[in-house]
């Protein structure tokens, strides 16, 4: 009937939830009258009450600890009697209704966010079964009129002898008492049984089975143990459990809503400010939902629903962990017990009984998080004075922690000339590497572009948008202001991208020009244009230069004919003299890793153009013989190319995509997802942009 969540919204102590007081209503001819109401706290029954003659059922000594942040979940359901008259049942709760205390104060709480009505559950309707007629054959052997009691007219065809007086001439042989025999002919009156076929309607009662609903049974195991594995702060997305949950009912599909999970961090490790987002996925790569970790250390996935699985059919989820960058050292687990994984059947509605979970709950990978350690190398230094000989100290050097950042410049496309109105146009091409070894992770605050230019108008006439990409896609627009020759680049209140010690993040500049100016455009970004945070001391070297952009408008030429007759005829042909090739090289290059860890996965891009012929390779680590499949998908979820399933051998593999679909045609422009699964199980995804150029 109803599905309740109380979250405790204080941020300095926790709540003990004391009584929850559910009002029923009946219409239609209904009666809550010898209703029960049976109350689920968190996945196990918690008690059952009747309704009462003021259509109201307490639920008092509830005694639920909730701890800040935290919510608790409850289910009602209602069994109805045999004897329940028909009608329509509804149940409501009220902010009054609910009840309880602060555990440190001892204050009563103040119940928020629940409309002036209250909170309102399913309704149902109850109806009577009615007979159903039906038409039989019966044959009635019986001397006089049966009489038959009617409930419908229903036509049925009754065979019923009846008695008939009929005058039937019959030869019979008569002794008289004359001397001689006569045959004479007598008229005799004989009952003769005579079928006919009469009209009587006859009460038949048709029983009809009923299905009484129960709680759909479900399966929830591990499908594939991740790998244990170490992991340096900001890691992500990193695999932390894979499941399978197998509806055993035979009757109807379950609705998944939701799961709660369980984290356990040893060590310095803190499941709140080391993991940023906990990820569930699909088995097809769709998330279907994120969420951060609450002061109980437990995280909460939900949807309207998650999924839907059918009768007798299994489905697959993976959840992944973003690590923060500056995650604190440690390990960290998770678990996912039966009482936390909660949905209803599709067609009764009944809470989930979910089976075949150890008393432990289903365990994931261990991760352990560390610091990269700084490396002392002995540097030969050679000291000379005026009163000793050269000698030869060693002298151990630390690798500096503080936030360090190099501007590299990548292969940048070659100078091209566009019509004015072309958008899309690649302006520059640049590296940034946090070169720190220690434990910095370096967030880049904010990007200046400076363009020299030779146009006639002004920057901000000249290019109508800027755009700045990343890996994963575009990061966000600017625009140029009147009489600046440069354009910045800034998010409020969050980085432009974060770089963990020892990556580096690869960037690309696009304009879309006007459709009105000419010139001539060169576009840089040295370390004066680079503001970064991570801490500590920070410092930013380096530049990047892209190519010169030079906007032209198409100029016919002019070509003069002539043969040799009288006759002189000018011919005049247009000629464009440019041809619109927007070009986008990607630049990140990935050096092919001799042997590759396991279940490591790297791109020798994060941005393909499908229509080059240059295609995407894809590296990985088998870490044992097996089946490996690799699938693109779009994301909505949906699988564009069916790329690779054989079995393969241990140790790195090397597979290749072409930008296309699997009917053969170049994929649009867009973020994919490369999902590759593990022989034995395990799953990573990594991200590509394919521009179709």
Same mark, same amino acid.
């Given at each position: 009937?109803?599905?309740?969540?109380?979250?405790?919204?204080?941020?300095?102590?926790?709540?003990?939830?004391?009584?929850?007081?559910?009002?029923?209503?009946?219409?239609?001819?209904?009666?809550?009258?010898?209703?029960?109401?049976?109350?689920?706290?968190?996945?196990?029954?918690?008690?059952?009450?009747?309704?009462?003659?003021?259509?109201?059922?307490?639920?008092?000594?509830?005694?639920?600890?909730?701890?800040?942040?935290?919510?608790?979940?409850?289910?009602?359901?209602?069994?109805?009697?045999?004897?329940?008259?028909?009608?329509?049942?509804?149940?409501?709760?009220?902010?009054?209704?609910?009840?309880?205390?602060?555990?440190?104060?001892?204050?009563?709480?103040?119940?928020?966010?629940?409309?002036?009505?209250?909170?309102?559950?399913?309704?149902?309707?109850?109806?009577?079964?009615?007979?159903?007629?039906?038409?039989?054959?019966?044959?009635?052997?019986?001397?006089?009129?049966?009489? /038959?009691? #009617?409930? +419908?007219? @229903?036509?049925?065809?009754?065979?019923?002898?009846?008695? !008939? *007086? =009929?005058? %039937? &001439? $019959?030869?019979?042989?008569?002794?008289?008492?004359?001397?001689?025999? /006569?045959? #004479?002919? +007598?008229? @005799?009156?004989?009952?003769?049984?005579?079928?006919?076929? !009469? *009209? =009587?309607? %006859? &009460? $038949?009662?048709?029983?009809?089975?009923?299905?009484?609903?129960?709680?759909?049974?479900?399966?929830?195991?591990?499908?594939?143990?991740?790998?244990?594995?170490?992991?340096?702060?900001?890691?992500? &997305?990193?695999?932390?459990?894979?499941?399978?949950?197998?509806?055993?009912?035979?009757?109807?599909?379950?609705?998944?809503?939701?799961?709660?999970?369980?984290?356990?961090?040893?060590?310095?490790?803190?499941?709140?400010?080391?993991?940023?987002?906990?990820?569930?996925?699909?088995?097809?790569?769709?998330?279907?939902?994120?969420?951060?970790?609450?002061?109980?250390?437990?995280?909460?996935?939900?949807?309207?629903?998650?999924?839907?699985?059918?009768?007798?059919?299994?489905?697959?989820?993976?959840?992944?962990?973003?690590?923060?960058?500056?995650?604190?050292?440690?390990?960290?687990?998770?678990?996912?017990?039966?009482?936390?994984?909660?949905?209803?059947?599709?067609?009764?509605?009944?809470?989930?009984?979910?089976?075949?979970?150890?008393?432990?709950?289903?365990?994931?990978?261990?991760?352990?998080?560390?610091?990269?350690?700084?490396?002392?190398?002995?540097?030969?230094?050679?000291?000379?004075?005026?009163?000793?000989?050269?000698?030869?100290?060693?002298?151990?050097?630390?690798?500096?922690?503080?936030?360090?950042?190099?501007?590299?410049?990548?292969?940048?496309?070659?100078?091209?000339?566009?019509?004015?109105?072309?958008?899309?146009?690649?302006?520059?091409?640049?590296?940034?590497?946090?070169?720190?070894?220690?434990?910095?992770?370096?967030?880049?605050?904010?990007?200046?572009?400076?363009?020299?230019?030779?146009?006639?108008?002004?920057?901000?006439?000249?290019?109508?948008?800027?755009?700045?990409?990343?890996?994963?896609?575009?990061?966000?627009?600017?625009?140029?202001?009147?009489?600046?020759?440069?354009?910045?680049?800034?998010?409020?209140?969050?980085?432009?991208?974060?770089?963990?010690?020892?990556?580096?993040?690869?960037?690309?500049?696009?304009?879309?020009?006007?459709?009105?100016?000419?010139?001539?455009?060169?576009?840089?970004?040295?370390?004066?244009?680079?503001?970064?945070?991570?801490?500590?001391?920070?410092?930013?070297?380096?530049?990047?230069?892209?190519?010169?952009?030079?906007?032209?408008?198409?100029?016919?030429?002019?070509?003069?004919?002539?043969?040799?007759?009288?006759?002189?005829?000018?011919?005049?042909?247009?000629?464009?003299?440019?041809?619109?090739?927007?070009?986008?090289?990607?630049?990140?290059?990935?050096?092919?890793?001799?042997?590759?860890?396991?279940?490591?996965?790297?791109?020798?891009?994060?941005?393909?153009?499908?229509?080059?012929?240059?295609?995407?390779?894809?590296?990985?680590?088998?870490?044992?013989?097996?089946?490996?499949?690799?699938?693109?998908?779009?994301?909505?979820?949906?699988?564009?190319?069916?790329?690779?399933?054989?079995?393969?051998?241990?140790?790195?593999?090397?597979?290749?995509?072409?930008?296309?679909?699997?009917?053969?045609?170049?994929?649009?422009?867009?973020?994919?997802?490369?999902?590759?699964?593990?022989?034995?199980?395990?799953?990573?995804?990594?991200?590509?942009?394919?521009?179709?150029?």
């Amino acid at each position: 009937m109803m599905q309740l969540q109380v979250s405790d919204n204080s941020t300095t102590e926790d709540i003990l939830l004391n009584q929850i007081i559910f009002t029923g209503s009946a219409s239609g001819g209904g009666n809550n009258k010898g209703v029960t109401v049976n109350l689920y706290q968190n996945g196990s029954i918690f008690g059952s009450k009747v309704y009462s003659a003021s259509n109201a059922v307490t639920f008092a000594g509830l005694n639920d600890d909730i701890a800040l942040g935290g919510p608790s979940t409850y289910v009602a359901t209602y069994d109805f009697p045999v004897t329940a008259l028909p009608g329509t049942y509804s149940v409501t709760v009220t902010a009054n209704n609910v009840t309880g205390a602060g555990v440190t104060t001892g204050k009563p709480i103040a119940v928020t966010s629940i409309p002036s009505a209250g909170v309102e559950g399913a309704v149902i309707t109850l109806a009577t079964p009615t007979a159903t007629p039906t038409i039989t054959n019966t044959s009635i052997f019986t001397p006089t009129l049966t009489a /038959t009691f #009617t409930i +419908t007219n @229903t036509p049925t065809n009754t065979a019923t002898i009846t008695s !008939t *007086t =009929t005058n %039937t &001439p $019959t030869p019979t042989s008569t002794f008289t008492s004359t001397p001689s025999a /006569t045959s #004479t002919n +007598t008229a @005799t009156v004989t009952p003769t049984p005579t079928l006919t076929s !009469t *009209t =009587t309607a %006859t &009460p $038949t009662s048709t029983a009809t089975s009923t299905a009484t609903p129960v709680d759909p049974p479900v399966i929830v195991e591990s499908s594939a143990a991740p790998m244990n594995s170490v992991q340096l702060p900001g890691a992500s &997305p990193v695999t932390m459990m894979q499941l399978q949950i197998l509806n055993n009912s035979t009757v109807e599909g379950v609705n998944l809503n939701s799961i709660i999970l369980t984290g356990t961090a040893t060590g310095s490790g803190n499941n709140q400010t080391g993991i940023n987002l906990v990820n569930l996925y699909d088995g097809n790569g769709h998330l279907l939902d994120a969420n951060a970790y609450s002061a109980n250390n437990t995280v909460t996935l939900v949807g309207s629903p998650l999924n839907s699985i059918a009768a007798q059919s299994v489905s697959q989820y993976v959840i992944t962990y973003d690590f923060s960058p500056t995650a604190p050292t440690g390990t960290y687990a998770v678990t996912l017990t039966a009482g936390n994984v909660m949905g209803t059947g599709v067609n009764s509605g009944k809470p989930l009984a979910v089976t075949s979970v150890p008393i432990a709950g289903v365990g994931g990978a261990i991760i352990t998080i560390a610091q990269p350690t700084a490396t002392f190398t002995p540097t030969p230094t050679f000291t000379l004075t005026s009163t000793f000989t050269p000698t030869v100290t060693s002298s151990p050097t630390i690798t500096p922690t503080f936030g360090t950042l190099a501007i590299l410049q990548p292969a940048q496309p070659n100078p091209a000339t566009y019509l004015p109105g072309t958008s899309g146009v690649t302006a520059v091409l640049a590296n940034m590497t946090n070169s720190v070894s220690g434990s910095g992770s370096v967030s880049i605050q904010s990007m200046v572009f400076t363009v020299a230019v030779t146009a006639t108008g002004n920057l901000h006439q000249d290019i109508s948008t800027a755009h700045l990409y990343n890996a994963s896609g575009q990061i966000t627009t600017g625009s140029f202001t009147t009489g600046s020759n440069s354009v910045t680049f800034i998010l409020a209140g969050v980085p432009l991208d974060i770089l963990a010690p020892g990556t580096t993040g690869n960037y690309v500049l696009t304009y879309d020009f006007a459709s009105t100016e000419t010139g001539t455009f060169t576009t840089s970004i040295d370390n004066t244009g680079v503001s970064i945070t991570s801490g500590t001391q920070d410092s930013v070297s380096g530049s990047a230069t892209g190519p010169t952009i030079t906007l032209a408008n198409a100029t016919p030429t002019a070509t003069v004919t002539s043969t040799n007759t009288s006759t002189f005829t000018p011919t005049h042909t247009l000629t464009p003299t440019h041809t619109l090739t927007p070009t986008i090289t990607p630049t990140p290059t990935i050096t092919p890793t001799p042997n590759l860890p396991p279940n490591v996965v790297y791109l020798s891009s994060n941005i393909l153009h499908s229509l080059s012929g240059e295609g995407l390779n894809i590296q990985y680590g088998a870490g044992s013989s097996g089946t490996a499949e690799i699938n693109i998908h779009n994301v909505n979820g949906s699988i564009v190319r069916h790329l690779f399933n054989q079995s393969v051998s241990q140790g790195t593999q090397l597979v290749g995509w072409d930008g296309k679909d699997d009917g053969g045609s170049p994929t649009s422009t867009g973020l994919y997802l490369v999902m590759v699964r593990f022989p034995g199980g395990n799953v990573v995804i990594k991200k590509v942009i394919v521009l179709k150029q």
